[in-house]
Nanobody, 117 residues
């Protein structure tokens, strides 16, 4: 089992910024990839951004150029810097980790991000 602790959500006005952080209970050596998904009311969970062990990243088209993702020095944490936020970014953001030891995904509890217009 892997515990993921998320922080950094909140309420911000359109055009503002927020930084989400997530720390996993496993060592970085067992983590293949980490990232963030989000789910807005009435919608399916969707990819926001991921980063792999080799540093390669993947972003949703809707956040490209506005969001940045990075791993912490210990490589068991991930940060999502969200700039130029829009009301449509409002959602619950979930941290996820994909382990290289069993090739399974684990999810955090989610943190609410609300962007007011």
């Amino acid at each position: 089992q892997v515990q993921l602790v998320e922080s950094g959500g909140g309420l911000v006005q359109a055009g503002g910024s927020l930084r989400l952080s997530c720390v996993a209970s496993r060592s970085g050596s067992s983590i293949y990839a980490m990232g963030w998904y989000r789910q807005a009311p009435g919608k399916q969970r969707e990819l926001v951004a991921t980063i792999s062990r080799d540093g390669s990243t993947n972003f949703a088209d809707s956040v490209m150029g506005r969001f940045a993702i990075s791993r912490g020095n210990a490589e068991n944490s991930v940060n999502l810097q969200m700039n130029s936020l829009k009301p449509e970014d409002t959602a619950v953001y979930y941290c996820y980790v994909h382990l290289s030891t069993n090739w399974r995904d684990y999810w955090g509890q989610g943190t609410q991000v609300t962007v007011s217009s």
